[in-house]
């Protein structure tokens, strides 16, 4: 009895350490360089198609600033985006770039995105 308990353990031990390492993709911290400054202009590019990428991004307070959407492809609904605090509303185009002058923004003012159903969401955290 005392084997199969040891076994039975052992194998808890291994799922619960193959669950841990493979985490969940939905909440991975994205390693991306998606804001660029050029010319005084802070740029920050986020992609849409099934969902925002990256879905958080850290920006720069303080600076004149453009939020790039690009897309390609693109007939879900990451297409229609809504960004509340700016009052912007729209349908992005199914390919292309579209830019959204974000003005200069405040630091601990994060800037949200959304679809038109809420499934799809993005934020940048200025500092």
């Known amino acids: 009895m005392n084997k199969i308990a040891s076994i039975i353990i052992t194998l808890g031990l291994i799922i619960t350490l193959g669950v841990l390492l493979s985490g969940d993709p939905k909440n991975e911290t994205q390693a991306v360089q ?65 830019e959204i002058d974000l003005g200069i923004p405040k630091a601990g003012a994060p800037l949200e995105g959304v679809c038109s159903m809420g499934m799809y969401s993005f934020k940048v955290n200025f500092i």
């Open 34 to 98: 998606n804001t660029e400054i050029r010319g005084g202009v802070q740029y920050i590019t986020v992609n849409a198609k099934g969902g925002y990428t990256p879905n958080t991004t850290t920006a720069k307070a303080g600076i004149p600033t453009k939020l790039i959407m690009k897309t390609s492809g693109v007939y879900d609904c990451s297409s229609s985006l809504a960004i509340r605090s700016i009052g912007y509303q729209a349908i992005l185009p199914p390919e292309g770039e579209t």
